[in-house]
Every structure is written in C-alpha cells, then in structure tokens.
C-alpha cells in the first residue's frame, strides 16, 4: 500500500514514487488512451511520446485504427450463458468513430459520437447503433468531409460551420427527462431517443434554461432526489476561466445554479458530488493559446503546475468556493465521494503527470509512461480547519488504471464498492497481464479479480443493480470485451458483481466489433420507455 502524503509537499515526487515500477507498467499499460483506442491495445503496447509543443501526429497505436462507421442493428444475439431474469433495462455506450478521415495531426478523442445500445429483457438481447446526428455530423455528412479538423480548436473550422455546435457528442451518456443524453464536455449534450437512438434534438439547452455554454460528459444523480447535478467549464466562452454548476430535477426543471472561477483554465473532466458540496479538481492539462493559435489541439500539459481541489457548497451563490492546492498531479474520473465528520473525500484515479500519450507536453518534456499511470487514490480536505490551505491524498490499491465506476445510484452518498478495468497485477510476467474488472471494497480494503483470459481487451464496465431497491453493489457488472484474435470482434460480458472471480454469468455475442466506448450506462427497465 502506497504511503500517504500531505499535498503541501511540493517534493511530492519521490514520496511515493516507489510504487511506480516502470517494467511492470510496461505490461499492464491500460487506461483513458486504451479504452479511447477502441481498447485495441494490445497487452504489451507501449505509446510513443508525442513530444512538446503543438500537436503531434498520433502514435500509430492510438489512431483510429480504421474507418468503423457501421450503424448497426443485431436481434436476438446469440448468448452463452444465461442472462439473467433479474436483469432488465438497456446498456447504453458512446465513443468517437470518425465520421472521415481525421487529420493526422488531431487526436482520437475528436471522432463524432456514436452511440450503442444492448437492450436486454426478458432472457433476450438486442443490439443497436447510431451516429449522434447533430449539427456538427449534418455539415460534415452534406459535406462529405471533416470540417472541424482540430480537436477543441475553433480556428481551425471550415469557415462554413461558423457559429454551428462544435460537440462530438462522443464521451458519456445518461438518461434524463425520457432522453439519452451524448454528452461532450465543450458543448451542450445531444438528446437521442432512448429506443431508436434517433437524435431528436441536436444541442439540447433544457429548454433554454441551460446556464452555460457547456455542459459537463459527467453530471451525477442526487442519491436522495434524483435531481442531475452538473456543472459546465469554460462556461461564458472559449477559454474562459468561469464555471457553472447546477442542479435540474428528473423533469427538467433548474431549481439551482452558481457561477465560480477556477485557479487556472485547466481540464474539469469530471467533479463529485456529496450530500453538501459540490467538488471541482483543476489538473495542469492546460489549455495552450499559442498551440491553438498555431493550428493545434485546446490542451497541453504543464509539468510544473499544481493542482487545485475546490469545495463549494450546493445550496449557495459560489462566494464560498475553497481551493486547497496541492502537487502536480493527474486526476479525470471519479469512482465515489462522501462527507465524514467534516471531512469531505472524493477517490478518483490518479497520476503522477499526463496520463494521455497524445497530449502535448509543454516545455520540451518528454511524456513518462510511468509517471502517466493512473491508481485509484483516495483525495480528502478538512471542512473544519479554516487554517488548511492543502488536502491529503492516499493511494487505495494497487490495481492500475482509469475509468472507475461505482453502483450509481450512490453518486452522492457514502458509497463502499468501486470498480475499475484493469489488469492481473499478479501476473508472471506483466508483460503479458490479461486484461480485468476489480471490485474494490472500501470496507475492508480488498478486491476481488475477474481475469478476462488472453487475447481480450476490456472497454469500461457498467454497474446494473438487479431491482431498484437492491442493496449496494448487489447487481451485475458489464462491459464490452473486444477478442483480438478474432479482428476484433465483441462480446459483453456480464458477471455477478459479488462474484467477479466466477467469471461471466452470459456473455452476447456480437458477429461483428463493438463500436469503440469512452463511458456505458445503465437504464433499469423501471425507467425504459414501455412500448
Ligand atoms: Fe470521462
């Protein structure tokens, strides 16, 4: 187990660096970049450092491998197993598939959004797709051709989408008001038919009540209400250093909003949500004008920033935002957050440096696999001690990688289980680790391992409770495997979420590869459309 460390420390970089062993990485590489690949890594595929300055052209194993772009619709798939009876509702995924040749020198998360859908009832599963056909996806279709070629650059554009939503829609899906919601970070979501994956409204504003510009890829559902809390950075306007956070009950009413300002204007992934306090995390994935004026991508990463943890109340005017600082750190995804006796926690995935090989590094750094490897690390900041200018952080385990999940119905409350997509950290040789779901128990500390076998790579995992009122983590855990030896082929596999290492309970085949997955979520029956 990781020691931990105070953030005041800015020599934090030897206080847990022995946890880092570069010859292990090099096996169990795996994280945003795999999964944002199509999670075509293979298991010994190590990403090429893209250098400093503007945008390189991305390392071979990072670009889009090729042009997917299959809408697709499989009935009644072919299962082993059996799905369980207890499972109804719809798996829903988005990732970018390039509607055209990108730019060689863009990045694969600028592909547009194309959504997934399993559908699952009854013992019986459907699998459909289709593109987010928002604005940006109309002008290219009439087109024919790419027309924003840069990621997050808006100087790139051809000038004859001036004015159009940029949004890829491509990263994070959820429900909300009888929608699907595709959701991109620098831009107002999609809302798509929750049945035919039809998109019905390009740039959904919620009824022109939406207090941003942009709109957050990873909202959360209030424990308690239901209500979605989100937030939107740079949210007055390209560059800005303003951040709206709001709050919209499940029929779509703003019953709260604020407007707060960040230390820097840097990358706000995602955020946590507690019972009292909405969280915010700065990171030094900075956005670089003079890249951007140069012709390249809105990010780069700066290896001498620190980092910015930011506590504010829900119910307030913002006036009350608290920043505690601490060291130069990477941190996207939330796994779950909670208050404890004026404490407030949030466990995310974390990393010593950049963790995304295709961003930039600014300052002629070289980007460090090592340093670039995310674990799941335990953020904490006193309430109480208005002395305290910095917050503590803690390594949980050990197990290596991004996108954690959590049983979502705990996204604001005290939560016990995580679970992530990694790989057998207790393999002979790493170089070879099989790809894995872990169930983490906070409780007690330990995990449990499902080990995916050879030759399969794993998108992110999805948490399904088995009824409304199950308790926590009481469920199934799915996700998309993709089987290498078979060009690529996918498969979901589902596994009792208190029983990983049993393995795969069903798993449905797919006659053809899955579409690539940045974020899943799960819809219970009890809130599908009945038709
Ligand atoms: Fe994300």
Not at 336 to 358: H, I, L, Q, T
Request: proline share 6%; hydrophobic share 35%; aromatic share 10%.
């Amino acid at each position: 187990m990781a020691k931990d460390i105070k953030s005041d420390d800015k020599t934090e970089n030897s206080s847990d660096r022995h946890t880092f062993d570069r010859r292990k990485f090099l096996g169990t590489a795996v994280g945003l970049a795999g999964a944002v690949a199509g999670a075509s890594l293979s298991a010994n595929a190590q990403a090429q450092p893209p250098g400093s300055g503007a945008a390189r052209p991305t390392p071979p194993e990072f670009q889009t491998p090729q042009l997917f772009r299959l809408e697709s619709d499989v009935h009644d798939c072919q299962v082993t197993g059996k799905i369980p009876d207890d499972l109804n509702g719809a798996f829903y995924r988005v990732g970018p598939d390039a509607q055209y040749p990108m730019n060689p020198r863009n990045i694969p998360f600028d592909g547009e959004g194309h959504v997934g859908m399993f559908r699952i009832k009854d013992g019986r599963v459907d699998y459909k797709t289709r593109y987010v056909k928002n604005d940006r996806w109309k002008a290219q279709n009439e087109a024919g051709k790419i027309l924003f070629p840069m990621y997050r650059n808006p100087y790139m554009d051809d000038p004859s989408v001036a004015g159009l939503s940029r949004s890829t829609a491509n990263t994070h899906i959820i429900n909300h008001k009888g929608y699907l919601l595709s959701l991109k970070e620098d831009s107002p979501p999609a809302a798509l038919d929750l049945i035919t994956l039809e998109t019905v409204i390009p740039n959904y504003t919620f009824d022109d009540t939406l207090p941003s510009q942009t709109f957050t890829a990873h909202p959360k559902i209030d424990s308690q209400t239901g209500n979605m809390v989100a937030f939107g950075y740079e949210a007055t306007g390209f560059g800005s250093d303003d951040v709206s956070l709001f709050e919209y009950t499940p029929q779509g009413e703003l019953v709260w909003n604020a407007m707060v300002k960040v230390p820097y204007v840097g990358m706000l992934h995602d955020f946590a949500v507690t019972e009292n306090y909405i969280i915010l995390y700065v990171i030094p994935m900075v956005i670089d004008r003079q890249q951007i004026q140069e012709g390249g991508i809105h990010w780069a990463w700066n290896d001498s920033e620190r980092t910015h943890f930011g506590v504010v109340r829900r119910d307030g005017d913002g006036s009350d935002m608290r920043w505690f600082t601490g060291p130069t750190r990477s941190a996207t995804h939330v796994m779950g957050a909670f208050e404890d006796g004026g404490r407030v926690y949030v466990d995310v995935e974390m990393s010593e440096s950049n963790p995304f090989p295709f961003m930039p590094m600014q300052g002629g750094k070289q980007w460090d696999p090592v340093r670039g490897t995310s674990y799941i690390t335990r953020l904490s900041a006193d309430m109480n001690n208005r002395n305290v200018s910095g917050y503590d952080i803690e390594r949980l385990y050990d197990y290596m990688g991004a996108l954690p999940r959590q049983d979502d119905r705990y996204n604001t409350a005290s939560y016990r289980y995580g679970f992530l997509g990694t790989r057998d950290k207790d393999a002979a040789n790493p170089r070879q680790a099989n790809a894995g779901y872990v169930r983490m128990d906070n409780a007690t500390r330990t995990t449990e391992f499902w080990n995916a076998g050879a030759g399969t790579s794993l998108a992110e995992c999805c948490f399904a409770p088995k009824r409304d009122n199950a308790r926590e983590g009481e469920g199934y855990l799915m996700g998309v495997a993709t089987r290498q030896n078979e060009n690529g082929r996918g498969d979901l596999v589902i596994l009792d979420a208190e029983h990983l290492s049993d393995g795969p309970v069903a798993v449905v085949h797919l006659p053809i590869r899955a579409t690539g997955q940045i974020h899943g979520w799960w819809v219970p029956e009890s809130q599908m459309p009945q038709v």
